[in-house]
């Protein structure tokens, strides 16, 4: 799944490719591509046509493009497989094409939605007086966002009760972070993904929020993190910080600060990785 870096990779793309275009046109190619949308894909893009896209915006790993002139936005869900690619008019259309939107302008590049898996979609929200759609309006703000409360993250994790990969997995507590740069952060914390939330200090919060942020920024300078074909920007480049991972994906690998052999273990449906000796659990809260 896309995590911060990889979606504002795209966001970036989409405002120098998208941003202030008129929609003239919306083809929607499979329905399960607007399936979020209950009215159907004919009343999506008959209230797409004729509106000007805005600045497209993001919060953690959500994505929209707001309509200019009316309170209503385009949540792109990318799912595991989505794409949101800008092309020349007329280029081959892609196996997995699902969304088709043309611009009213000559500048002869219309944006595609292409999604393998279809698990990913389209769909229009009303806007908050905050500007985010309102079926995401309950997101916490991600670390990367200057009006990010450190002081409140803090509190709001010691009254959790929970364990810490969890919470930076809580996208209601904190956004934009997922499975691989929470085990990349937790890793240079030295943090074991079990340990417990209320132990936690204001300076190891800190800490352990400056190796997030640091992650994030990483990987966003590197494009993001592509482990096959799926993830791209919207000119259909990888990104390339797979190569600097230290932890995920790892198992078996020496860890880069000890040389303890990586591991992986089964977590919530997903797997975690982490360095047996550099990130040890707590005995008491074992």
Not at 2 to 8: D, H, M, Q, R, Y
Request: with cysteine; charged share 30%.
């Amino acid at each position: 799944m896309p995590e911060l870096p990889e979606v504002e990779v795209v966001r970036r793309g989409l405002e120098r490719w998208v941003s202030g275009r008129i929609v003239a046109d919306v083809q929607v190619r499979h329905p399960r591509a607007v399936r979020r949308h209950i009215a159907g894909g004919e009343d999506f893009g008959a209230r797409l046509k004729g509106h000007r896209i805005g600045l497209p915006q993001r919060r953690g790993k959500y994505l929209w493009l707001p309509l200019a002139d009316q309170p209503s936005a385009v949540l792109a869900h990318l799912g595991m497989s989505g794409q949101l690619l800008v092309q020349p008019e007329g280029a081959p259309d892609e196996k997995h094409l699902r969304i088709r939107v043309r611009f009213d302008d000559t500048l002869t590049t219309e944006l595609r939605f292409v999604d393998q898996r279809t698990f990913g979609g389209l769909s229009l929200h009303t806007t908050t007086a905050e500007g985010l759609p309102d079926v995401i309006a309950h997101i916490a703000r991600d670390p990367l966002d200057p009006q990010f409360d450190d002081a409140a993250f803090h509190e709001a994790l010691r009254r959790r009760r929970t364990t810490i990969k969890r919470a930076l997995l809580d996208q209601s507590l904190i956004s934009g972070v997922g499975n691989i740069y929470a085990d990349e952060a937790l890793w240079r914390a030295r943090l074991h993904y079990e340990r417990p939330t209320t132990g936690f200090t204001r300076p190891r919060t800190a800490e352990l929020l400056g190796h997030v942020r640091d992650v994030l920024y990483e990987a966003l300078t590197a494009g993001g993190t592509s482990f096959d074909s799926l993830y791209v920007n919207v000119n259909g480049e990888s990104g390339y910080f797979d190569r600097s991972l230290d932890a995920y994906g790892r198992e078996g690998e020496p860890c880069r600060r000890c040389g303890t052999a990586i591991r992986r273990r089964p977590w919530m449906n997903r797997s975690s990785y982490f360095c047996p000796r550099c990130q040890r659990l707590p005995r008491a809260s074992s």
